[in-house]
């Protein structure tokens, strides 16, 4: 594995000026609110999650998805996404109207990575 000595940037040091929310992430929110379930028991401390996104656009650019769903389960689990240490994300192409988004969030197993 390649290792780069830099700086890894945030989105928010990617930009200047303000990101403002659509109507479309509004409503993606509140939908999501609804159809994450409430979890049982929830890890705390150190996360790895797992993510499998069903799209329909072979254009849809994985790391895209991440964010926004991301965001979404953390607010309705109550953890700060800076928690989770390992992501698995797949994406899957499936017919339009047949997308989904399948999660599992688990304490972090992996500790540090060596090669």
């Known amino acids: 594995m390649e290792t780069i000595r830099i700086k890894p940037?945030?989105?928010n040091q990617c930009f200047q000026?303000?990101?403002?929310?659509?109507?479309?992430?509004?409503?993606?929110?509140?939908?999501?609110?609804?159809?994450?379930?409430?979890p049982k028991a929830f890890p705390i401390g150190k996360l790895d999650v797992k993510y499998e996104f069903g799209v329909s656009a072979k254009s849809a650019d994985g790391d895209n998805l991440i964010k926004a769903f991301q965001d979404c389960l953390a607010a309705k689990y109550g953890f700060n996404d800076r928690?989770?240490?390992?992501?698995?994300?797949?994406?899957?192409?499936?017919?339009?109207?047949e997308e989904y988004i399948k999660f599992s969030i688990k304490p972090n197993a992996w500790g540090k990575i060596e090669e």
């Open 9 to 11: 940037l945030t989105v």
């Open 83 to 97: 928690d989770i240490y390992h992501w698995d994300v797949t994406k899957v192409l499936v017919k339009k109207g």
């Open 17 to 38: 000026g303000r990101h403002y929310i659509t109507r479309e992430f509004e409503a993606y929110r509140e939908a999501l609110a609804y159809l994450i379930p409430k």
